[in-house]
């Protein structure tokens, strides 16, 4: 075990985890819910403040931060696109139109100036106080929009187009973030993996590879990183975790939110087990390596876990602040920005879906309140970093679409 002193003596640090536990089957899956912290109003709070309600671990700037936006970092080079259909166009729909136009109203090209079709987010970077986090993509996951988000409906995702790959299916980057903060290098994440996979249920398949290579690109090696922390294990939150038995990321601890390891290790429920952790691939080699953090507990210098359940009982975001900056690493969350104003939009893969969508709520209002807060969204298409601003709902800025390039 290649625990780290500095950083396994903080408060609230992580704690191993045990051996195996007895399973545990969909009926108790399904009593998640009353363990699960609840998610009341957001409430404004100072670090280190125990809170009155249960979501009390947003370590907060301790004044109006300046626009951190610009902050950004030069960009990266882009990764290789995967090939579109030559002159392939979007039905019934002109890209200047809707470059100009969101839901048919109309709105400044500053504001919503996207790339036509949606792009994978690319490798970049932004300075959050001394602590510099940058966006590792993977690759990209295509998805049929409707099968996905059940509530939704045509007519919605036309107008939002923006959303789309070329062939009209909703895209979903894939990748985790890198945080170097003091001497400590944590990975939030390890994405899809080494491998395409179609998910014929979704319409869509899932494509992953890049991630080792961005983190190369940023300057740093797997055995260089000391902390990898999911914020839940989904399949594509974990896909690096190991190759051929051995983890990729040897020095480092790995760290998960209380109870989403042991959650997983007692799914049996064939579909729910299909969109988690390989048993052989991903579990076994974290057996005697994993460790459960708490809500609120500091991982690195600077970055503290925020527990946001629902969407996995364990699923825990990340926040990271300096100074008089910060960054929410959202996780699974969310997984389109329309999901920031329409509560009715619950993806399918949400274990409990009322508390996702309370947790989800929550987030947004805290993103909305604080515009000095960056959210940073790993399956968001053309910018993994953004800003919630109010304009008819909560919408979501890229950062990227905020700066001059
Ligand atoms: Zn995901």
Redesign the pocket.
């Known amino acids: 075990m290649a625990f780290c002193p500095t950083v396994s003596s903080y408060s609230n640090g992580p704690k191993p985890i045990g051996e195996r536990r007895p399973h545990v089957g969909r009926s108790e899956e399904e009593g998640v819910t009353p363990a699960l912290r609840g998610l009341g109003p957001p409430v404004a709070r100072t670090r280190g403040d125990p809170g009155t309600t249960r979501v009390g671990s947003w370590p907060r700037p301790r004044s109006t931060a300046p626009d951190t936006s610009r902050t950004v970092s030069a960009r990266a080079p882009r990764f290789a696109r995967p090939a579109r259909r030559q002159g392939a166009r979007l039905p019934g729909f002109a890209v200047a139109q809707a470059a100009l136009h969101h839901g048919g109203t109309a709105a400044t090209d500053h504001e919503w100036r996207m790339t036509m079709p949606a792009q994978p987010a690319p490798l970049e970077s932004i300075d959050i106080g001394d602590i510099k986090v940058t966006y590792l993509p993977d690759g990209d996951a295509t998805l049929s929009a409707t099968t996905v988000f059940p509530a939704s409906n045509d007519a919605l995702w036309e107008a939002h187009r923006e959303l789309f790959d070329a062939d009209g299916r909703l895209l979903l980057t894939l990748g985790g973030f890198l945080i170097e903060t003091g001497d400590q290098k944590v990975i939030v994440d390890l994405g899809f993996g080494d491998l395409t996979v179609p998910f014929d249920a979704v319409d869509g398949v899932f494509r992953g590879g890049k991630l080792l290579s961005s983190l190369r690109q940023a300057g740093v090696q797997p055995a260089d990183v000391d902390v990898v922390f999911y914020t839940h294990m989904?399949l594509?939150?974990v896909g690096w975790t190991a190759q051929n038995g051995t983890l990729t990321f040897p020095n480092a601890r790995h760290v998960v939110g209380d109870g989403e390891f042991e959650f997983w290790q007692g799914v049996s429920d064939p579909d729910l087990a299909g969109v988690g952790p390989n048993p052989d691939a991903v579990l076994a080699p974290l057996l005697n390596r994993i460790e459960s953090v708490s809500d609120g507990a500091t991982v690195a210098p600077g970055v503290n876990v925020l527990a946001s359940p629902g969407h996995t009982p364990g699923h825990c975001s990340a926040v990271v602040s300096s100074g008089q900056s910060r960054a929410i690493i959202l996780g699974?969350v969310m997984?389109c920005p329309l999901q920031l104003s329409d509560g009715d939009l619950r993806i399918i893969f949400d274990v409990d879906p009322d508390t996702a969508a309370r947790t989800r709520d929550h987030i947004a209002a805290e993103l909305e309140a604080d515009s000095a807060t960056i959210g940073a969204d790993g399956?968001f298409p053309g910018s993994a970093f953004g800003r919630v601003v109010q304009a008819n709902g909560r919408r979501w800025v890229g950062l990227a679409d905020t700066v001059a390039r």
Request: aromatic share 0%; proline share 0%; net charge negative.
């Open positions: 989904h594509d939150h699974d997984h399956h």
